[in-house]
Nanobody, 114 residues
Framework: QVQLVESGGGLVQVGGSLRLSCAAPGSIFSFNNMGWYRQAPGKQRELVAAITSGGSTFYADSVKGRFTIPRDNAKNILYLQMNSLKPEDTAVYYC????????WGQGTQVTVSS
């Protein structure tokens, strides 16, 4: 099992920004895809943003124009840059990496207060 370590969650006001980090144990290029999911209370886990090893990106409609998914190839870290945060962005955010199977991080809480 690959251990993904997330950090960067917290409490932020509406309109603020946060950057989540996901550290991988080896080269992030060893994964076919990496991404960020989130799960709000009482809701299903949903894909927020993803990036392929080739650099193609996907964003959920709800975060387009506000979130980006950059990565630091040298440090093997995937980020989720979240700007213009809204209360509906409140959720536990999970990093995921796919290499045949999907590996999950432990999750980090993001709370946006109005």
């Amino acid at each position: 099992q690959v251990q993904l370590v997330e950090s960067g969650g917290g409490l932020v006001q509406v309109g603020g920004s946060l950057r989540l980090s996901c550290a991988a144990p080896g080269s992030i290029f060893s994964f076919n895809n990496m991404g960020w999911y989130r799960q709000a209370p009482g809701k299903q886990r949903e894909l927020v943003a993803a990036i392929t090893s080739g650099g193609s990106t996907f964003y959920a409609d709800s975060v387009k124009g506000r979130f980006t998914i950059p990565r630091d190839n040298a440090k093997n870290i995937l980020y989720l840059q979240m700007n213009s945060l809204k209360p509906e962005d409140t959720a536990v955010y999970y990093c995921a990496a796919v290499s045949g199977v999907i590996h999950w991080g432990q999750g980090t809480q993001v709370t946006v207060s109005s």
